[in-house]
């Protein structure tokens, strides 16, 4: 398995994966964002801070830094996700780590996320991570006519 930039050439398997059912369940990107189209236009212009892992060719697992601006220059949030297939098998933690070495690359001092509140396994991996949670946002988010809450990570760096 290897780990490279983003690749306008994966953009259609990239956006298959992501509209995979266990990726869009645990994902907050709408259907439009993530098409082959509009993940090229996007991601090409953030190359140096989006990794793809690739098996045999095919996309198992995609990591995405978004430094804020503004008043929030110092930080970002980020998005990742790894094929079902691959789970818990390390892809997850060499997408994260290609993730910090951007963070320190370009100086951030904080790096953030949310996460649905029962998404248990990604809140699991972020703590090993050393992210704490800051906080929690009340039926922020839906899914499936279904109501969640927004569970606020974060790591100073
Ligand atoms: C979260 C996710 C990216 C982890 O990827 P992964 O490749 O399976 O993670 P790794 O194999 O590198 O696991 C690293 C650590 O995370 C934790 N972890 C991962 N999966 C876990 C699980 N099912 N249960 C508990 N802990 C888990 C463990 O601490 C694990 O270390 P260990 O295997 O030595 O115990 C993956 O589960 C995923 O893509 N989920 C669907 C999409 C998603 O939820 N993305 C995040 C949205 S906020």
Known sequence: MNIINFNKKYSKQLSELWLSPEITKNTLSTKTRTTP??????????????????????????????????????????????????????VGTKLMKKLFDRTKKLKLKRIELSVFSDNKKAISFYKKFGFKIDGKKKKSLQRDQKLFDEIIMGKLI
Do not use: C, M, W
Request: charged letters at 30%; hydrophobic letters at 35%.
């Open 37 to 90: 189209k509009n993940l090229t236009k996007k991601l090409l212009k953030e190359k140096q801070n989006s990794f793809l892992a690739i098996e045999n060719k095919n996309v198992i697992g995609f990591s995405s830094l978004r430094p804020f601006e503004g008043r929030k220059n110092h930080s970002a949030d980020f998005v990742i996700f790894v094929s079902p297939n691959y789970h818990r098998k390390g």
